[in-house]
């Protein structure tokens, strides 16, 4: 509901909103133009009588002088038979240029303020307006839930490509376009009497005046008390017309001034309703607040792209629902299927992964059903086997096409032979990884329904986690499966290698740093040393990722590769000479970073893990404490980065070095001596691990799973004075970890 309440109006006034965006970015400028253009005194430096008695001296035929809200004061006269007018400077009352007002702003601003069609497009401006309102108040809301609740609005976005940048713009812009459509909208109830306007004091002329000789506007008492900025406009009396008198509008109220002895002979004060609408107006157009102008102008542009990216989004969405609708492949009735297919998706990329599980299993002679969750029928007769592939929305909430199953579940009828496997969509950048599809799996238990097969869960569209789910499911069922949808591909960038060094390559421990550049004139793309690259071997449709030990300002992208028995990929790697070239695309890993500040930095590695580990050592030009434990095989031919790290320690880049090797040699009998990994060195250091972790550290992981488990609970075991655990560390953002 709360989705469509966002589309639909967006949507259904795209253009009208549009148009009221670009040119209200347009007028935003005004404000700080005539600010730039006004003279303006400060405050308690000129009078309005002092003023108008400068004025009178240079413009003798003066009949109005108006103060803006921007500063400027124009002075409007009579010379030669017509009507002039002037902006002048208040401090001495001299012409600084003609005024008037350019036609093309004037276009503009009735662009925007009725889309050139009178009234009726007043209407629609304020009926725009409205809709603006409900299009940001909704998409807040959007935006909190997705992103896991108010708090995050705070923190740096995760994602990529058209939703990040539309989830960024709607963080940046939503106060400023919130504040000029809920302004606007009640302007435009003013201005058709829904609610009354008192912007305006409609003050009656005085049935009587002095009628005295006219003294010198510069001795008129009521005048000499009147601030100029406290002025918006004073009008002369018509000459040689004793019985006329000045008119005075002030921020106050408006009234009227004896010209004979510069008394008020009336005043009425602006109601506080009246100056509540001015300050109305002056937050909607920025007038008398300048830096404000500018603020709701760059809210106003991002609204073109907002409304691209958000089209786009929603076309994407509905396309994707038409295809799933008109492509179901051997579809058969709920009461004849034996398995049944049900998909959560919020963007609807699950049901690609969906109908390719559908193809093989109707192609292996099953009768499958397939809908979204939230058509979770209350009994499926035939029915052996229920597959659940589901996306998470927000903060573990269920995707717009599951948010009804869980409450229709408590009624589902389930049969005696009927066993359930559920499948998650996600990724792991967010916290909430894959908590809906687990929700769903614990639910599902909870009716006592069988399980097929523990919860997968995959990572960003993974089509290799996607294709060893399926054989996991073959082994279990009996049915083949050769599952092998892929998301639209990433761009790839050719690379040529440039350089190589080689260790361990007696034996299946070969372990390489290869460092590519961009091939011909391509430039790198943008990367971190801790972000991943990804490479599609030849003949292979999978990409396997390897983490960076560069930065783009390096000029090489740079990977350290262990040769994998009957790998694949590695292989291909490891089989390359120099100038050879490849292709591969960059998936950023910001969640694998050191963060900043000056906190110690502990980093644990083995193996091929050093490589992001070294890049991180090498961006460490700030010198902040940074200890490195890394584990090998054997010193003499497994040592990786080992000239590097001497640098880096020579240079205090890297504050101290522990390794450990497991197959280390007595230099004597050349027999291997007692084993050592990194978690006994970090062990042997507890003492000094555990103050840096009271002074703040964080911890950053990269290796191998068996690696990374035996540090987790040598980590433990070192916490246990502090009372915390890894556990612990992981919720602060302290304790990170890249694992395969």
């Not at 030669?80 to 001495?92: E, Y």
């Not at 903060?395 to 499948?423: E, I, M, R, Y």
Request: hydrophobic content about 40%.
């Amino acid at each position: 509901m709360l989705r469509k309440l966002h589309g639909l109006p967006s949507l259904a006034v795209v253009l009208f909103v549009m148009t009221l965006a670009c040119t209200g970015a347009v007028l935003s400028l005004m404000p700080t133009l005539h600010r730039a253009a006004a003279v303006v005194p400060a405050v308690g430096e000129v009078s309005v009588a002092t003023l108008a008695q400068h004025v009178k001296a240079h413009f003798p035929q003066a009949e109005r002088i108006e103060r803006d809200l921007s500063g400027e004061v124009i002075v409007h006269y009579q010379q030669n038979d017509a009507s002039r007018a002037d902006l002048v400077n208040p401090l001495t009352g001299k012409s600084i240029a003609p005024y008037q007002p350019s036609a093309v702003m004037v276009w503009v601003k009735d662009l925007h303020r009725s889309f050139l069609l009178g009234d009726t497009g007043r209407i629609m401006a304020g009926v725009t307006a409205g809709f603006m309102v409900l299009i940001c108040l909704s998409g807040t809301f959007l935006l909190v839930r997705r992103i896991g609740g108010w708090k995050a609005l705070v923190k740096p976005f995760k994602g990529k490509g058209g939703k990040r940048i539309h989830s960024e713009l709607a963080r940046f812009a939503v106060l400023g376009l919130l504040l000029s459509s809920l302004t606007g909208a009640y302007m435009s109830t003013m201005r058709f009497g829904v609610f009354t306007d008192h912007t305006y004091v409609d003050v009656t002329f005085p049935d009587a005046v002095s009628g005295g000789q006219p003294a010198p506007v510069a001795s008129l008492s009521a005048l000499t008390k009147i601030d100029l900025t406290d002025m918006r406009e004073l009008i002369f009396p018509v000459p040689d017309d004793s019985e006329d008198a000045y008119s005075v509008t002030t921020r106050h109220g408006a009234g009227f001034v004896d010209q004979s002895t510069g008394q008020w002979l009336s005043f009425e004060s602006l109601p506080e309703s009246g100056a509540l609408q001015q300050w109305v107006t002056k937050l909607h157009t920025g007038e008398g607040l300048w830096w404000l102008g500018l603020i709701l102008g760059a809210s106003a542009l991002t609204v073109p792209v907002l409304s691209y990216t958000g089209t786009k989004s929603w076309w994407l969405r509905r396309r994707s629902a038409i295809a799933q609708a008109n492509n179901q492949i051997h579809k058969v009735e709920i009461d004849q299927a034996d398995t049944i297919i049900l998909v959560g998706s919020e963007g609807n990329t699950t049901w690609g992964f969906a109908r390719d599980l559908q193809a093989n299993l109707s192609k292996a002679g099953c009768k499958v059903y397939c809908a979204e969750m939230n058509a979770l029928a209350e009994h499926y007769p035939q029915a052996k086997r229920l597959f659940i592939l589901t996306s998470t929305y927000g903060n573990g909430d269920a995707p717009s096409s599951a948010h009804q199953f869980l409450a229709k579940l408590a009624t589902f009828q389930t049969g005696q032979t009927l066993q359930f496997a559920v499948l998650g969509f996600g990724d792991q950048q967010f916290p909430q990884f894959c908590q809906y599809a687990l929700n769903v799996d614990s639910a599902l238990q909870n009716k006592d329904i069988a399980r097929l097969h523990s919860v997968g869960l995959i990572n960003r569209g993974s089509t290799a986690q996607f294709r060893e789910w399926g054989n996991r499911i073959t082994e279990a069922t009996g049915i083949p499966l050769t599952l092998t949808h892929n998301l639209q591909p990433t761009p790839t960038v050719k690379l040529t290698l440039i350089d190589r060094e080689d260790y361990g390559i007696e034996g299946l421990a070969a372990t390489s740093i290869f460092r590519f550049r961009a091939a011909g004139t391509d430039s790198l793309p943008l990367f971190e040393a801790g972000d991943l690259l990804g490479v599609v071997p030849p003949g292979d449709e999978v990409a396997r990722f390897y983490s960076l030990a560069s930065s783009t300002t390096d000029g090489v992208l740079e990977i350290c590769v262990r040769k994998q028995l009957h790998g694949v990929c590695s292989g291909y790697l490891h089989g390359l000479k120099l100038g050879d070239g490849i292709e591969g695309f960059i998936r950023q890993n910001p969640e694998f970073r050191p963060a900043v500040g000056s906190h110690p930095v502990i980093l644990i590695g083995a193996g091929a893990g050093i490589g992001p580990l070294a890049g991180f050592i090498r961006k460490n030009t700030q010198r902040n404490p940074m200890f490195l434990y890394w584990g090998g095989r054997s010193e003499e031919a497994d040592f990786l980065y080992q000239p590097d790290l001497g640098r880096y320690l020579d240079d205090n880049r890297l504050t101290g070095l522990q390794t450990a090797f497991s197959q280390a040699k007595d230099q004597v009998s050349g027999q291997i001596t007692e084993k050592n990994y990194v978690q006994d060195k970090l062990l042997q250091d507890q003492n000094a691990v555990r103050q840096m972790l009271e002074q703040g550290a964080q911890i950053l992981v990269c290796g191998g799973r068996d690696m990374s488990a035996g540090v987790t609970q040598a980590m433990n075991d070192i916490l246990k004075p502090l009372q915390i655990n890894v556990d612990a560390l992981k919720a602060q953002g302290r304790y990170l970890e890249d694992v395969y």
